[in-house]
Structure formats: C-alpha cells, structure tokens
C-alpha cells in the first residue's frame, strides 16, 4: 500500500512514539517548558497507559514506590506507596487531563519505521493505521522514542517439552484471559522475577493451592504498603513541599540500598537473608528458595508489599519449589528430581522480549541504522543519530525518576538550539573510544539481546548513569552543549497545529 505524505509545511516539531508513562511525560514537560512547539504523540494501541493498561494479571503493582514512580510535577495522593495497576492508570488519566495532552495523543497508530532526510533536516516517519491498514508519512524535526522496552505482542516463554500434552490452561502473564476462573483450582507458577512474586499471594486466596516453580531464586525483600513517613509529612507539610521531600528520601534511600549491595554483597546478602528468615515459617528452607547464586542487584530486587508473599506461605496456600523442568505431562510438570507437580493451570511467568525502541527501524537518507553500532549519550541520544531521543528509566530505582530528568533537558536543549539557531543536532562519539555493552544487569531479558543495543562508553558523557543524584548535576543543572555534540543550521519551517498533522493520519 502506498503511504500517503503529508506537505512539508505541516512538519511537527516532535513527534513522541508511545502513549505509556515515558510518553505522557514527555509530552507534558514540552506542554509546560516548551508550550511554542507542536508535538503529537502517537499510540499503536487504543488506549493510554503502556504497562500498566497491558497486563491484567491479579494482583499487578509496581515494585518502586510511587513518590519516586509518579512525575515529579505531580504529587501521588493515593495512601499506598506501592500501587497497584488500577490507582497508576488514575493517575495518568488525571495527568492527561490537567496537563491536557488528550487533543495530542491518537490511539492506534503503529510508528513502523523512520527515515532521517538530510537535505530537509527532518525525520520522516511511516505510520500505520491499526484499523485500516492505511500508511502515512509524517514529517517531524525530532522523534522522541517513549514505546518501552519490551514487546507488547509477545511474552517470553521457553520451549518446554511436552507442553502440547497438558491439560489445563497454559498462560503468559501478558496475555491473560478476561475473567478467569481460577477458584478452587491448583494453580502453577513457573518463574521467581517479580510477576511471579505478585501473582502468588494474589491467587492464593481463591486458589485450592498455588505453587510457585523456580529454576533459581530471586532476592526478596518486603516493604510497607504505605509509607508513615509520607503519610506524616503529608498532614504537616503543604502537598507538594511534602512530595518533593519524600521523593528526595526514598530516591536517596534507592540508590543507598544499591550502592551497599555493590560494595558489600555479602554482608546485603547475609541481611536479606536474616529478613527473609523472620517472615518465614520456623525451620523453612532458606537458603534452598530465597538465596540466589548471583549478587544482591545483580539483577533487580523482587519488592512484596506488607510480606504478602511470605504471609501466603506462612498460611500453606501456596508453596516454593526449586527444580528445573524435565517436560509437561497431562496432569502437570515433571521435573528433573523426578517429582510431579499436577496442576489445573500453568502460568508461565518467564519474562519478556526485548524491542529496541519499540522495534522501529531507523535509517538515515535510506541506510539502515544499526543500534550496536551507536553509542549512547548521557543516556538519551545515539552518536551519529541527528534529532533522536529515547526515554529508557533506572534499572537500579523508580523508572520515572530518570525518564523525568532527560525529559527536562530534553526541552533544555530544544530552548538551546532556538536561542542560537540551530536546526539539527546530533552526538558524535570520539573515534577509537572504548565502548562496553550498554547495561550492566543480568536479567535474562536483558542478556538476550544485549549484543543488538547501543553501546555506552568508559565516562561522561558517554555513560548509562544508574546514579540519580548524579544526573541531577549533568541533566537538570549541567550546560546542554558540549564538545561532543555537533550543531548545524538547516531549512527552518513553522510547524503548523497538531491537529494538521492528525488530520493526515487519520
């Protein structure tokens, strides 16, 4: 089919692909520093929210608090810190609408690839219609990539042998059916990540038993739902002067817990344990389910609000057993010990599938761009990409805490180029850098495709700062331009409403 394009003088000044928690920032930091430029956000679903509109699994929560989760132009007023999918939704709706970013964002249009034209200093973009199947192009100065990290199509399931044999019902977490019927039932739960941690307790009231199977354990610590001191401040203290100092406590709190995991791994390793041991049944075997053979934040630490996790085993409604998979009959799973695990339904809590900036392929003036071959710069821009910028948060913290901060100088850099009359941008990485892989994190998401990402490099601003305080100086209060970043003229056009451009897609 072909695409229709639209007239040059409707180019927008940025076009933000994702309507999730990244994009609805970001179209909200533009709205308030930038209010001059026209955006438009484009959504391949039919609805906003990203994550937390996808999974519908029981119990789905966020595991970072949200004084640190939630923007920081907008105090969280819910009670719970740790939130469940439902209060996060209402969230971003009220956001969305206070901010009024609704006109902006149109809802199923799939952004499938995006061409940097050199001559006319602009991206063009091919958008597709989820409805009709109908192409566009449209033109824009900047793409500000905001569509995640993950797959939204397609969950990560291994290939377990015999699983055509089974039963019951087999579901991914990602695709869970509309009111399921789990009551009573027995219940499996392959998987020890934090989906399978929220799952268990979540079930375990209506299940006859839920079982939780794991190949290697996960860390576990357990958190108040609530947080007092927030609650305190919020009764003494004006709103928003009491979410900006919880914000700055728990977001120090986050990176004190990481720092002393790295330079004292056994000593966190020794203390998780001891917790983990007090919420526990007497006699429970610790170190065979809840003691992992990697380092404390060698991969994410799993967060269970109020113990519920251990209060669902202290109860006997659900249990841990750690094996590996030999092969699914009828009635369940075979394991290597040569135990059987019967169940009535087998959910397959084994991850996700990684998708570069949301599996949108970019080229510049028709040559394939390929991402191991970039480098990324102060964690929001690609070397040799002009005009691109991407939202990826904390692997360490709150995902939000970051994706605030290059928001911020994202608009920063635009005011820049405006005062001095710039038109492209673009980092340029300094020839025969030494580069290492782009996250220092052993999740298996993340190892299976870390050989496709950008790189980063050895310094600043070449690093993929995990450190919030640290990128405070550099992004809310470091300059924009720096010897790394190149700037240039080129035809400068003004943009005319988004509307206009919405107009062309539709």
């Known amino acids: 089919m072909t695409a229709q394009s639209n007239p040059s003088r409707d180019i927008l000044d940025v076009l933000i692909v ?39 699994y029981p119990g789905i929560r966020s595991d970072s608090d949200l004084y640190t989760f939630g923007f920081e132009f ?67 100065r900047w793409l500000f990539s905001a569509g995640g990290y993950y797959r939204y199509d397609q969950g990560f399931t291994p290939d377990f042998e015999g699983a055509e044999r089974f039963r019951g019902q087999l579901i991914h977490p990602q695709h869970w059916p509309e009111n399921l019927d789990y009551g009573g039932k027995r219940v499996l739960v392959i998987g020890s990540g934090a989906t399978a941690v929220t799952l268990v307790p979540a079930m375990a ?4 038993h839920v079982t939780m199977l794991q190949r290697t354990p996960s860390y576990v610590i357990p958190l108040p739902a609530k947080d007092p001191i927030a609650l305190l401040l919020r009764k003494l203290l004006p709103e928003k002067t009491a979410y900006a100092l919880v914000r700055y406590k728990n977001a120090k709190v986050a990176l004190g817990l990481w720092r002393f995991c790295q330079r004292f791994p056994n000593a966190a390793r020794r203390i998780i344990r001891f917790v983990n041991q007090r919420a526990l049944p007497r006699g429970y075997p610790v170190d065979v389910h809840f003691n992992p053979p990697y380092n404390p934040w060698d991969q994410r630490l799993c967060v269970v609000p109020d113990s519920d996790l251990f209060k669902a085993l202290r109860s006997g ?18 394991l290597k010990s040569g135990d059987v695990l019967e169940a009535d339904i087998v959910i397959t809590a084994t991850g996700l599938n990684v998708q570069v900036f949301g599996g949108v392929q970019l080229s510049r003036d028709g040559q394939p761009i390929a991402w191991n071959e970039t480098v990324a710069y102060k964690g929001m821009m690609l070397s040799g990409i002009p005009n691109f910028a991407f939202a990826v948060g904390y692997t360490n913290a709150s995902w939000t805490l970051k994706v605030s901060l290059l928001c911020e100088h994202f608009c920063r850099l635009l005011g820049y180029m405006d005062d001095h009359g710039h038109a492209v941008c673009q980092p340029l990485a300094p020839i025969g ?14 190892q299976r495709v870390l050989a496709n990402l950008p790189r980063q490099g050895p310094g600043m601003p070449w690093v993929m700062s995990m450190d919030y305080f640290s990128d405070v100086k550099l992004l809310r209060k470091g300059p924009v331009a720096d010897a790394c970043l190149r700037f240039s003229s080129g035809p400068v056009q003004r943009a005319e409403s988004p509307a206009t451009v919405g107009e062309a897609l539709g």
């Not at 006109?103 to 958008?127: K, M, N, T």
């Not at 409604?317 to 075979?334: L, M």
């Open 433 to 446: 850098m030494e580069t290492r892989p782009l996250l220092d994190f052993g999740a298996g998401y993340v």
């Open 18 to 56: 994702g309507a999730g928690l990244s994009g609805i920032g970001a179209a909200c930091y533009l709205k308030r520093d930038r209010p001059g430029k026209s955006f438009q956000v484009l959504e391949a679903r039919d609805s906003l929210g990203g994550t937390w509109d996808l999974f519908r």
């Open 74 to 140: 907008k105090p969280w007023k819910d009670e719970k810190a740790i939130a469940d999918a439902s209060a996060i939704m209402s969230y971003l709706r009220e956001t969305v609408v206070e901010h009024q970013i609704e006109r902006h964002i149109r809802y199923g249009q799939r952004v499938v690839s995006a061409d940097w034209r050199s001559e006319q200093a602009c991206w063009e973009v091919l958008v597709e219609d989820a409805a009709s199947g109908q192409r566009s192009v449209v033109p824009c």
């Open 317 to 334: 409604k659900a249990s841990i057993v750690t094996d590996h998979i030999d092969s699914f009959t009828e009635q369940g799973v075979r």
């Open 205 to 208: 009231d209506k299940a006859a």
